[in-house]
Each structure stands twice: as C-alpha cells, then as structure tokens.
C-alpha cells in the first residue's frame, strides 16, 4: 500500500486492511459506505460502544480542518456514536491542541498503527486504554509510546 501511486487506491485498500484486522479482533467491522452529502471509510463496535472510522494515509499530518469535519460527521449520528481517526502521518500540533480538551473521538497514528501489526500490543487493549484517556483528559491523543513508559 505504501508505494501505491493512485492515492485512492491505497485508501481503499487501506480501509481494506483495517476492515480485516479489526474483524480479527472481533470487532465488527463494517466496510466504506454512502450517506447523503458524505462517505463514511467505515464502522464498528467495542465494548459495547459504536465507532465511525475516518483512515487516512496522506503525505502530510492532518490538520484541524479534517479533525473538525470528522467531529461534525460523528454528531450527526446517534447520539452514543464515538469515532476513530486514524493517520498513519500523524497529527499536526494545532489539530491536537484543539481537541486536547473535548472530543467525541480518539485518534492513532502510523506508530500505534505498527505497534498493533507489530504485536507490541493488541488492538483491543490500545483501544482500551485510548478511550479510557480521551475519558479520563479529554484528549483524543495518546501515543502508545506512551503507554509503554507507563508499563515499564
């Protein structure tokens, strides 16, 4: 995927991906779809909570403008939605600053991302342990770097 020349391509084939190691995990994944006026890259379900998914894998961080229309997107849906970003290049520091207070949403990166494909850590417990800190801060962001300073 990572030395696909058509960008959209690799999108899709990205949200492919995530679709199946998430359906690793149980998850149960639901693949891109289609409303009105929007396209949604995907959903699922953990711990009883529903998630829609926005994944990317751009050149560039993302910046507060796709957090912020990621944001509208999930308060469109009922009112429990909860949502996953995930950008294998990272965020930029605005975005994180902006949503460091209150988010529906918790985000990974390529880090967290390799970390799972890894098998440093299971995605289930980095989900864990993300929405317990964007519950307990606020933030949307915790690297996993940091979770495993705080395990050692």
């Known amino acids: 995927m990572h030395s696909a020349a058509n960008?959209?391509?690799?999108?899709?084939?990205?949200?492919?991906?995530?679709?199946?190691?998430?359906?690793?995990?149980?998850?149960?994944?639901?693949?891109?779809?289609?409303?009105d006026h929007e396209q949604i890259d995907g959903a699922f379900s953990f711990d009883t909570d529903h998630y829609v998914?926005?994944?990317?894998?751009?050149?560039?961080?993302?910046?507060?403008?796709?957090?912020?229309?990621?944001?509208?997107?999930?308060?469109?849906k009922g009112k429990n939605a909860l949502g996953l970003y995930i950008s294998m290049s990272g965020f930029t520091s605005d975005a994180l600053a902006v949503y460091s207070l209150s988010t529906p949403f918790i985000t990974m990166d390529g880090g967290d991302f390799m970390a799972v494909l890894d098998q440093r850590i299971r995605l289930?417990?980095?989900?864990?342990?993300?929405?317990r800190h964007v519950s307990e801060t606020?933030?949307?962001?915790?690297?996993?770097?940091?979770?495993?300073?705080?395990?050692?």
């Open 7 to 35: 960008p959209q391509q690799r999108g899709r084939d990205f949200e492919g991906f995530i679709n199946q190691m998430f359906a690793l995990y149980d998850l149960e994944p639901r693949a891109a779809y289609s409303l």
């Open 53 to 76: 998914l926005e994944a990317k894998w751009w050149k560039e961080a993302i910046g507060r403008r796709e957090l912020d229309v990621f944001k509208s997107n999930i308060e469109r």
């Open 124 to 131: 289930d417990e980095l989900m864990r342990r993300k929405k």
């Open 138 to 152: 606020g933030h949307c962001f915790l690297p996993v770097s940091k979770i495993f300073s705080e395990s050692d």
